[in-house]
Protein backbone atom coordinates (compact mmCIF):
# COMPACT_ATOMS: atom_id res chain seq x y z
CA UNK A 1 0.00 0.00 0.00
CA UNK A 2 1.02 3.76 -0.85
CA UNK A 3 1.34 6.07 2.65
CA UNK A 4 -1.03 9.36 1.44
CA UNK A 5 -1.51 12.29 3.77
CA UNK A 6 -4.84 13.58 4.39
CA UNK A 7 -5.79 16.58 5.89
CA UNK A 8 -8.91 16.83 7.96
CA UNK A 9 -11.18 18.71 10.06
CA UNK A 10 -10.21 18.11 14.00
CA UNK A 11 -13.80 17.31 14.75
CA UNK A 12 -13.99 14.67 11.44
CA UNK A 13 -11.13 13.22 12.72
CA UNK A 14 -11.99 12.73 16.28
CA UNK A 15 -15.16 11.42 15.27
CA UNK A 16 -13.52 9.09 12.73
CA UNK A 17 -10.91 7.48 15.56
CA UNK A 18 -14.09 7.26 17.64
CA UNK A 19 -16.00 5.44 14.53
CA UNK A 20 -12.90 3.24 14.06
CA UNK A 21 -11.93 2.03 17.72
CA UNK A 22 -15.67 1.53 17.72
CA UNK A 23 -15.53 -1.14 14.78
CA UNK A 24 -11.94 -2.28 16.36
CA UNK A 25 -10.51 -1.20 13.11
CA UNK A 26 -7.83 1.78 12.22
CA UNK A 27 -8.69 4.98 11.03
CA UNK A 28 -6.83 4.63 7.95
CA UNK A 29 -9.56 1.33 7.58
CA UNK A 30 -12.18 3.81 8.23
CA UNK A 31 -10.97 6.21 5.32
CA UNK A 32 -10.22 3.32 3.17
CA UNK A 33 -13.63 1.56 3.45
CA UNK A 34 -15.23 5.19 2.92
CA UNK A 35 -13.25 5.85 -0.19
CA UNK A 36 -14.09 2.32 -1.87
CA UNK A 37 -17.91 3.15 -0.68
CA UNK A 38 -17.73 6.35 -2.69
CA UNK A 39 -15.61 4.80 -5.82
CA UNK A 40 -18.37 2.20 -6.04
CA UNK A 41 -21.00 4.39 -5.72
CA UNK A 42 -19.27 6.97 -8.59
CA UNK A 43 -19.41 4.28 -11.05
CA UNK A 44 -22.52 3.05 -10.73
CA UNK A 45 -23.64 6.79 -11.49
CA UNK A 46 -21.45 6.79 -14.41
CA UNK A 47 -22.73 3.33 -15.80
CA UNK A 48 -26.52 4.23 -15.74
CA UNK A 49 -28.28 7.54 -15.07
CA UNK A 50 -31.37 7.28 -13.24
CA UNK A 51 -33.83 7.48 -16.35
CA UNK A 52 -31.70 6.69 -19.63
CA UNK A 53 -28.22 5.65 -19.67
CA UNK A 54 -25.75 7.80 -21.02
CA UNK A 55 -25.06 7.83 -24.63
CA UNK A 56 -21.92 7.42 -24.57
CA UNK A 57 -22.08 4.19 -23.21
CA UNK A 58 -25.51 3.37 -25.63
CA UNK A 59 -23.81 3.96 -28.59
CA UNK A 60 -20.87 1.43 -28.16
CA UNK A 61 -23.33 -1.12 -26.78
CA UNK A 62 -25.82 -0.94 -29.62
CA UNK A 63 -22.88 -1.20 -32.35
CA UNK A 64 -21.23 -4.01 -29.87
CA UNK A 65 -24.59 -6.23 -29.72
CA UNK A 66 -26.61 -5.40 -33.11
CA UNK A 67 -25.52 -8.82 -34.29
CA UNK A 68 -26.02 -10.54 -31.52
CA UNK A 69 -29.62 -9.13 -31.06
CA UNK A 70 -30.23 -9.68 -35.02
CA UNK A 71 -29.37 -13.14 -35.37
CA UNK A 72 -30.51 -14.89 -32.04
CA UNK A 73 -32.55 -17.58 -33.11
CA UNK A 74 -34.57 -17.29 -29.53
CA UNK A 75 -33.99 -16.67 -25.91
CA UNK A 76 -31.30 -19.40 -24.94
CA UNK A 77 -29.31 -17.87 -28.22
CA UNK A 78 -29.44 -14.63 -27.71
CA UNK A 79 -28.51 -15.32 -23.72
CA UNK A 80 -25.40 -17.07 -24.98
CA UNK A 81 -24.43 -14.83 -27.80
CA UNK A 82 -24.64 -11.35 -25.24
CA UNK A 83 -22.71 -14.04 -22.15
CA UNK A 84 -19.93 -14.47 -25.00
CA UNK A 85 -19.47 -10.68 -24.88
CA UNK A 86 -19.85 -10.13 -21.29
CA UNK A 87 -23.27 -9.16 -20.95
CA UNK A 88 -26.74 -10.92 -19.78
CA UNK A 89 -30.50 -9.49 -19.74
CA UNK A 90 -32.19 -9.59 -16.53
CA UNK A 91 -35.56 -8.94 -15.83
CA UNK A 92 -36.56 -5.16 -14.94
CA UNK A 93 -40.31 -4.27 -14.00
CA UNK A 94 -42.21 -5.25 -16.86
CA UNK A 95 -38.87 -5.38 -19.35
CA UNK A 96 -35.51 -6.02 -19.70
CA UNK A 97 -32.58 -4.46 -18.42
CA UNK A 98 -28.57 -5.58 -19.71
CA UNK A 99 -25.96 -5.96 -17.04
CA UNK A 100 -22.53 -6.77 -16.86
CA UNK A 101 -21.59 -10.33 -16.58
CA UNK A 102 -20.70 -11.41 -14.12
CA UNK A 103 -20.33 -8.37 -12.08
CA UNK A 104 -24.17 -7.55 -12.25
CA UNK A 105 -23.42 -4.33 -13.08
CA UNK A 106 -27.04 -2.68 -14.80
CA UNK A 107 -25.85 -0.64 -18.00
CA UNK A 108 -28.91 -0.07 -19.95
CA UNK A 109 -32.73 -1.23 -21.16
CA UNK A 110 -33.25 -3.42 -23.54
CA UNK A 111 -35.48 -0.84 -24.97
CA UNK A 112 -32.30 1.86 -25.01
CA UNK A 113 -31.01 -0.79 -27.17
CA UNK A 114 -33.89 -0.57 -30.07
CA UNK A 115 -35.05 -3.61 -28.44
CA UNK A 116 -37.81 -3.87 -26.06
CA UNK A 117 -39.13 -6.71 -24.78
CA UNK A 118 -42.51 -6.86 -26.32
CA UNK A 119 -40.67 -6.91 -29.65
CA UNK A 120 -38.09 -9.87 -28.61
CA UNK A 121 -41.20 -11.43 -27.57
CA UNK A 122 -43.15 -11.41 -30.82
CA UNK A 123 -39.90 -12.39 -32.68
CA UNK A 124 -38.97 -15.39 -30.44
CA UNK A 125 -43.05 -16.38 -29.67
CA UNK A 126 -42.26 -16.70 -25.86
CA UNK A 127 -41.32 -14.63 -23.09
CA UNK A 128 -38.50 -14.48 -21.35
CA UNK A 129 -38.29 -17.91 -18.92
CA UNK A 130 -39.09 -17.29 -15.66
CA UNK A 131 -40.08 -13.29 -16.54
CA UNK A 132 -42.91 -12.59 -13.34
CA UNK A 133 -44.47 -9.94 -15.71
CA UNK A 134 -47.31 -12.42 -17.64
CA UNK A 135 -49.79 -9.48 -18.62
CA UNK A 136 -47.67 -8.23 -21.75
CA UNK A 137 -47.27 -11.93 -22.84
CA UNK A 138 -50.48 -12.62 -22.57
CA UNK A 139 -51.67 -9.30 -24.21
CA UNK A 140 -49.17 -10.35 -26.92
CA UNK A 141 -50.28 -13.72 -27.66
CA UNK A 142 -53.97 -13.54 -27.22
CA UNK A 143 -54.28 -15.34 -23.91
CA UNK A 144 -56.88 -14.10 -21.89
CA UNK A 145 -55.90 -11.53 -18.67
CA UNK A 146 -57.08 -13.51 -15.82
CA UNK A 147 -57.61 -10.75 -12.64
CA UNK A 148 -58.07 -13.31 -9.46
CA UNK A 149 -60.02 -11.77 -6.86
CA UNK A 150 -59.11 -11.97 -2.97
CA UNK A 151 -61.57 -13.96 -0.75
Not at 41 to 48: D, E, K, W
Not at 67 to 85: H, I, M, T, V
Request: one cysteine or more.
Amino acid sequence: MDNVTVKLPREMREVAERLAQARDVSLGQVLRDALASELQRSMRATVRTPNRAQEQILGPLRALLAQDFAQASGWADLAQRLEAKGYILREAGGGLALHTSPQGARCCTASELGHSYADLMQRFGTPLPGHAHRYLADRLFGRPNIVRKSA
